[in-house]
């Protein structure tokens, strides 16, 4: 069990996602007449070719692109949800700028100007400067919100997302929010995501208002249109934003992060062009094919068909120059799981070649190298075990120089594999042995469920001392193996067989 959850960790480390880098930028807009300021934040290792989505909002009540940009960041880093590439624009503008009209629902003369500059100068300009996509979503909240409606209403072409919070309403019909026979049409025929959220703690004409457009909206729900309503517990009016924010972001890229074609298609191929096509028409981007979460599903429908044909699609399709060591490495394990040894070999290769050549500077290189070098000695190297204890040897010294590291996970565990190598080798035993009673002495204090378990260990050592013909010293870590586990059945095969040899 231990072992299966050490493989499973390794499997689960995902590089962490990027930081975002903000850019404060002006444009002089026609229609106003004047300067806008804005702030883009983008990914700060974006690179030539990379696509991304984008957010807009404006600087007003709680809908803070800063903090936006941040909550991405985290949530990409700890693996709480998968986004993609987003970029986050803020426009600087307060209410009379962005002139909408609660009374009316409508805009004033200079918020019709302000939309023309964002749908005529601003939208094109960062579009092009950033790569990004047609996907846009729209975040805003109270006032901003009820702006947003008003885009939903009145141009529904300009965005495909909407995440709005705690939406605002005066009086029983200011503003209105109806939805046209042309709306239901639009947005049957075009995706669309648009989350809605108001807070229980909010005053309550504002939470029936948000109900009343959730009954409304909800109409549309269909394959094209995805709709979400949240009465958000705890939350109130200026804390919607901070407490919906993350169900939003998950919701809106809910498409980017589900793999339906998995289910129901045979051929790997397929599922992969399939996924592709539907990324690339609701999202205008194309998958990150060096994402651990786009991968990983893939990977997991090959290891439960043992499919060799699946896996050399996904070799083709994800696998190219700009490969990491990290994909290089699960790629190469998921070959062995389904019997490639060779194309196993040849991605081992690979990854121990550019992990060292690029990525030693990465947190979780020096681990992801330990994994190329323990799992090419144990499952690829067996017609060759003195190459594989030499690999052994180099995993121990990059372990010792990096064990500092908190993503290291292999330190001491690493005198573990070395002794049990030589055990099931039947070589170098005295060093394995000196390996094993070393990790016994490192693994005294350490937490349990994350090392190799001291039955397993005492049942290694017990098989070193058979090997050495030090009978006394192999029945006393057998019998220490199965006082911890009775039902350990090579540490009980091997006491009887040893009883037997008496």
């Known amino acids: 069990m231990r072992h299966l959850l050490i493989i499973i960790q390794c499997c689960l480390l995902s590089l962490a996602g990027p930081a975002q880098k903000n850019i404060n930028e002006k444009l002089y807009s026609t229609f106003l007449g004047d ?37 991405i960041y985290y949530l990409n880093k700890l693996n709480i949800t998968h986004l993609p590439p987003i970029i986050v624009v803020n426009i600087q503008a307060d209410m009379d700028g962005i002139g909408y009209n609660y009374e009316t629902g409508l805009l004033t003369t200079k918020g019709v ?37 008003h885009l939903f209403l009145f141009q529904p072409e300009l965005f495909s997302g909407y995440m709005l919070f705690s939406p605002e309403k005066l009086t029983p019909t200011q503003p209105p929010f109806e939805i046209s026979d042309e709306l239901i049409q639009f947005y049957g025929s075009r995706p669309t995501f648009y989350y809605l959220a108001s807070g229980v703690d909010d005053l309550q004409r504002r939470q029936d208002y948000a109900g009343e457009i959730a009954q409304k909206v909800k109409r549309l729900d269909s394959i094209q249109f995805n709709f979400r309503y949240e009465n958000l517990p705890t939350a109130g009016h200026n804390n919607s934003t901070a407490i919906g ?24 191929s397929t599922a992969l062009s399939q996924y592709e096509k539907r990324v690339t028409r609701f999202y205008g981007i194309k998958p990150e094919k060096n994402s651990f979460h786009i991968y990983q599903p893939f990977l997991s429908a090959i290891w439960q068909r043992i499919d060799t044909a699946w896996m050399r699609a996904a070799i083709h399709y994800f696998i190219s120059e700009k490969t990491g060591g990290r994909q290089l490495r699960d790629f190469a394990y998921s070959c062995w799981v389904v019997g490639l040894n060779e194309e196993a070999r040849q991605l081992y290769g690979k990854a121990v070649k550019k992990i060292l050549a690029d990525e030693m500077s990465l947190v979780f290189s020096p681990s992801t190298l330990i994994t190329c070098y ?17 690999l052994l040897q180099k995993a121990l010294e990059v372990c010792l120089q990096h064990k500092g ?50 039955d397993e260990v005492y049942y290694t050592i017990g098989k ?21 586990n009775a039902s350990h059945g090579k540490a009980k095969s091997l006491m009887k067989k040893i009883q037997a040899d008496k």
């Open 113 to 149: 100007r302000m939309l023309e500059c964002i749908k005529s100068e601003i939208f094109p300009v960062l579009e092009h400067k950033y790569q990004a996509s047609q996907f846009r979503i729209y975040m805003g909240q109270s006032y901003g919100a009820s702006y947003g409606n």
């Open 464 to 484: 070193c001392y058979d090997l050495l013909h030090d009978t006394s010293n192999a029945t006393k870590y057998l019998q220490k193996a199965l006082d911890l």
């Open 245 to 268: 924010l993350p169900s939003a972001l998950d919701f809106i890229y809910r498409a980017y992060n589900s793999f339906p074609e998995l289910d129901s298609i045979t051929s790997m």
């Open 35 to 71: 300067t806008v300021d804005y702030t883009v934040w983008v990914p700060s290792n974006g690179s030539a070719g990379q696509q991304y989505t984008t957010i807009y909002t404006f600087s007003y009540g709680a809908s803070d692109a800063a903090f936006t940009a941040e909550l």
């Open 405 to 454: 590291n908190i993503h290291i996970s292999y330190y001491p565990d690493i005198y573990f594999y070395l002794g049990k190598f030589a055990a099931d080798n039947n070589m170098n035993v005295k060093k394995g042995l000196n390996y094993l009673l070393l990790y016994v002495e490192k693994r005294k204090d350490l937490v349990d469920i994350i090392h190799v378990a001291f």
């Open 374 to 390: 323990r799992e090419l000695a144990f499952n690829i190297m067996k017609d060759n075990p003195e190459n594989g204890w030499n």
